[in-house]
């Protein structure tokens, strides 16, 4: 397996740092979702549009979810893993052959 930036579903792109309902509007439900413990993170709110965005880290941590979802486009094309750290599009594995 190896990571990639982005995956196509049919004609839709999902891409790294993609919400979870962007990416289930896009690509339809997963056919498995896993969750795969907690991430401890500090908060990080950002501000602002362009080049006069900045981000500020919140004081304290925050435990985030870590799920892995998996979508089988069938036996000829390979499973697709995306790995969510919260409601965010964290990685995306390319899989075995589906079934």
Same mark, same amino acid.
């Given at each position: #397996?190896?990571? +990639?930036?982005?995956?196509?579903? &049919?004609?839709?792109? @999902?891409? $790294?740092? !993609? #919400?979870?309902?962007? /990416? $289930?509007? %896009?690509? &339809?439900?997963?056919? !498995? /979702? #896993? %969750?795969? &413990? =907690?991430?401890? $993170?500090?908060? @990080?709110? +950002?501000?602002?549009? *362009?080049?006069?965005? =900045?981000?500020?880290? *919140?004081?304290?941590? /925050? ?7 998996? =979508?089988?486009? *069938? ?6 893993? %995306? $790995?969510? @750290? *919260?409601?965010?599009? !964290?990685?995306? +594995?390319?899989?075995?052959? &589906?079934?």
């Amino acid at each position: #397996a190896f990571a +990639e930036d982005s995956m196509r579903c &049919g004609s839709r792109l @999902v891409t $790294r740092g !993609d #919400a979870k309902h962007k /990416v $289930r509007s %896009l690509c &339809g439900e997963p056919t !498995d /979702v #896993a %969750l795969h &413990g =907690y991430t401890r $993170r500090a908060p @990080v709110y +950002e501000y602002g549009f *362009g080049y006069s965005r =900045y981000e500020y880290h *919140g004081p304290g941590w /925050v435990d985030l979810p870590i799920e892995i979802w998996t =979508y089988n486009f *069938g036996s000829h094309k390979l499973l697709r893993k %995306l $790995r969510f @750290v *919260g409601d965010e599009l !964290d990685d995306i +594995e390319t899989d075995g052959y &589906g079934y």
